[in-house]
């Protein structure tokens, strides 16, 4: 079957808020073996969504539309897919008792223009908002089936969860699951060809690379009649994937990030680490503490921005920043090994480089960077070359140190594998 997103709300067109729904909506629906081929994002008005309900109705089995169910007078969702569907509004009961009960448990009074979200299509199935007061609305016609979600993530996603997405289970007898394969420090040009065989000869499962900065992702996904069946398929394609990249994989689990792998290498060979910055300014240090219990390993850091801090802090010379240039993989290797002896660290990583807009020439252009990594005393260095603004530079650097701190580590110790099936 096939269903298509309707996000409703001006706010998303003038870009006030970022259309969390439609992603999420999306995953969801191919979670439970929907096809979803058109998204749709249009305002607070009744003329023009009743043009677009109209066309998804067309073309979809099932339109979901979220937002647009709230009690002003621009709220116009339920009101305009009543009408398109030919359906009259009428006060459902429990729906104002539950405003009511929701208003009273918090002492206060509901406004008049509440009693609206109380006014619901009739003959429809009705959704509860443990979250708010906009109950959801399922509107079942002849060929479609056209579902009304409130617009606040906390309510509309509780909601599909509790209600929607058991009801849309009940009309498809395939489910769709995806497993996801990270790889670092192989491009994204490089990845794509070593696959190519694969998605040259895809039909089910489907193979597909996306970039991500400092990383590839390959998404291995199949269709079958139960989540078991799907994942069946998949299970042969990413041993398949795991044979040819190697210990460049570093997760096949969705909510591991490049630093949670990088902090459960070091916790799992007892390392300490120590990060050495200078054009990321501490980005480093940062994408590491965002993993929880990082400070069992992490245990200090420095951002030594000008020369005179690299020779303090660091103990780099004073002849390898006159000879090389603080942007040299001289440097870089002196960082590396002062901060690993400063700070007495199993591991230290260094970054220094050129961010951006200003400051490069033709023998060092903007986006040159220099990583490296000192593992027990043992040291290596590698040159980049990044492009993109300042950011795009310092993000790219931050991923490459990561990714060159794990294969440093990898070198000396295996005591974690990479993408554990479940």
């Known amino acids: ?32 073996g929907l096809s979803c081929y058109y998204q749709t994002v249009v305002g607070d008005n009744e003329e023009r969504l009743g043009q677009v309900l109209r066309t998804a109705m ?7 539309l979220s937002g647009g169910l709230g009690p002003t007078e621009d709220d ?28 009273a448990d918090r002492g206060m009074e509901p406004a008049d223009n509440n009693w609206k979200q ?32 409130p617009g606040p993530p906390n309510e509309l996603r509780p909601m599909f969860e509790e209600s929607a997405a058991p009801y849309l289970e009940t009309l498809t007898n395939q489910v769709i699951c995806s497993k996801t394969v990270k790889i670092s420090g192989v491009s994204e ?33 199949a269709n079958g009649e139960d989540k078991k069946a799907a994942m069946k398929l998949i299970k042969p394609v990413v041993k398949e994937l795991k044979s040819r990249f190697g210990s460049h994989i570093y997760s096949t689990e969705e909510d591991c990030t490049l630093e949670k792998a990088v902090a459960d290498l070091l916790s799992a060979n007892d390392l300490t680490v120590t990060c050495a910055e200078s054009c990321t300014g501490g980005l ?26 690299k020779r303090r802090l660091l103990g780099v010379k004073k002849s390898t920043l006159l000879k090389y240039g603080a942007v040299s993989a001289e440097t870089a290797e002196e960082m590396a090994k002062g ?70 580590i990898l070198e000396y110790y295996s005591k974690v594998t990479f993408g554990k099936e479940e």
Do not use: W
């Open 1 to 32: 079957m096939t269903v298509e997103l309707i996000c409703v709300g001006t706010e998303l067109l003038l870009g006030s808020i970022v259309n969390t729904n439609g992603a999420y909506l999306a995953e969801k629906c191919a979670g439970l």
């Open 58 to 64: 067309e073309r979809s089995d099932i339109v979901i």
């Open 76 to 103: 116009l969702t339920k009101e305009t897919a009543a009408k398109v569907c030919g359906k009259t509004l009428r006060m459902h009961e429990p729906s104002r008792k539950a405003i009511e009960k929701f208003f």
């Open 118 to 149: 109380a006014m619901l299509p009739e003959g429809a199935v009705v959704m509860d908002n443990h979250n708010g007061t906009a109950p959801g609305v399922i509107i079942e016609t002849e060929k479609n089936r056209v579902i009304l979600l």
């Open 189 to 221: 040009s490089r990845a794509e060809t070593m696959v190519k065989d694969l998605i040259d000869a895809q039909v089910n499962p489907t193979i597909a690379t996306y970039a991500k900065t400092g990383e590839v992702h390959i998404r291995v996904t």
């Open 284 to 309: 480093l240090s940062a994408r590491l503490v965002n993993v929880p219990g990082i400070s069992e390993v992490y245990k200090m850091g420095a951002v030594t921005y000008s020369n005179k801090a």
């Open 339 to 408: 901060a690993a002896s400063a700070f007495k660290a199993d591991v230290a990583v260094s970054v220094t480089g050129i961010a951006g807009p200003d400051g490069g020439t033709d023998e060092k252009p903007v986006g040159l960077v220099y990583t490296a990594c000192c593992v027990k005393g043992k040291i290596t260095v590698k040159e980049h070359r990044f492009l993109g603004n300042r950011d795009k530079v310092r993000e790219s650097a931050v991923s490459a140190a990561l990714s060159l701190m794990r294969g440093c």
